[in-house]
């Protein structure tokens, strides 16, 4: 029988990756082809990998992004349809897992509580909760997958009156799994991703669904089919859509940006198209802002605006006053006319609680480690942070094409400090650099991002701090690119 001294004695490892989602399974995958060598485990909290797609499992979870480009490169993706359910997703990241054989170095329900830095040991030291039992951790190099939103706990939003409501309360991040909508009075709170991809599931069963959206965003719906080519084999066909879908992506957002007017028309006429003829296209349909200043919403087929059309839906664009035992009661924008609708339940699609790090208590030398205001080095290290990762996607794009841009310079850094007898490598701004103006972490104005922004880090204006934001331009530099500058290393 092992002593609590054994248990207690550090696993010591090369490099620690907590998370097992698309960005720690990236990492893990690029760690072990290109550094063999090098002794890493990941530490996954929950009792699934996946990440995002192991925790949300409202009606009608999916992606936005093409799953050619939100798929690993080093792994197909086998089905058809390139805007995926969450169910697909789940089971593609799991085959990838197993199939690379990165699952056998994770380990489940080993959550990280505190990581801190010492600078004499030049190493981390990690506290982990494994079942209830604390065990401990050492390492050279620490990569956060942790993403950018708490599992935890729900963006609380402001909804007046909702303490009233004496129904059904519900959070799609944490769905109940044997709720039964059917037959049920549901409103839909919020005009977000979310919101557009539950309420066509939602407005299969329910008697009456009511989307209640205080302003909207923008829906363009796409045809869901993937593009093939017989005459190509798979490997071959997947890398052309990629690249594809990655640069289409990009200039659609570039031709947002710099022709709002043009976008916001082309859009207006296809959503007039598409909307039933008693749902005007404004209010209902005409966000307050360009194309692209918050994150688009993608409807596959249709599915959403076809959703619509049933005499079981309706809209209000408008403000929430207050709740009723039985209802919700709003006031329309336009009209100023007071509603009251009667429901049994209520989802509140109304956004996530951003936090970077998976709440981890982070200390360098004894001091806690702030996320708030620190500036990024190279979309993936916190100035004055000593080897430390963390890895962060694309607002605009796929997810994963940010998770692996991050795990090429990590692994290139690895590599550099090896040939170089480097034990440390620490991000430090020169006085100019640092008294340049910042920007915010996400370029996405998105209400929780902006609510989050004091507690975020931040990108400078020039160089290695500026904001990974060309797909194409930030891919080259992981692979090729110098990545040295702006960073002091020791041995």
Known sequence: MASSETKNKPEALDVIIVGAGISGISCAYRLQTQLPNVRFTILEGRSEIGGTWSQFTYPGVRSDAIMNTLAFPWHLYPHPKPIADGSLILDYIK??????????????RHKVLAAEWSSSKQQWALTVDYEGMQKLYTARWMILGTGYY????????????????KGKVIHPQFWPKDYDYENKRMALVGSGATAVSILPLLAEKTSELTLIQRSPTYIVARENKSWTNEHLPPSLASVFQRVFHTLHQHFFVAYCENFPDSAKERIRQDTVKRLPKWLEQDPHFKPRYNPWEQRMCMDPDGIFYKALHRPTVKVITGDITNFTDTGVQTKDH???????????????????????????????????????????????????????????????????????ITSFLVVRLLKYMDSKGLKTAVPQMSEKEAAEESQQMFRLKSTYTNLAAERLPVYGETGVWQPRAHPPKDYVYARWGNVSTGLHFST
């Open 95 to 108: 085959d990838a897992a197993s199939k690379s054989r990165v699952s056998e170095r994770i380990q489940m």
């Open 334 to 404: 336009e009209t100023g006319k007071m509603n009251t609708t009667d429901i049994d339940a209520v989802v509140t699609a109304t956004g996530l609680h951003m936090k970077l790090g998976g709440g981890i208590d982070i200390r360098v030398d004894g001091e806690t480690m702030s996320w708030a205001k620190r500036r990024i080095w190279n979309g993936a290290m916190l100035e004055g942070v000593p080897n430390m990762t963390f890895v962060t996607g694309y607002g605009d794009n796929a997810w994963t094409l940010g998770a692996d």
């Open 150 to 165: 708490d599992y935890e706990s729900p963006l609380q939003a402001e909804i007046p009156g909702l303490e009233n409501f």
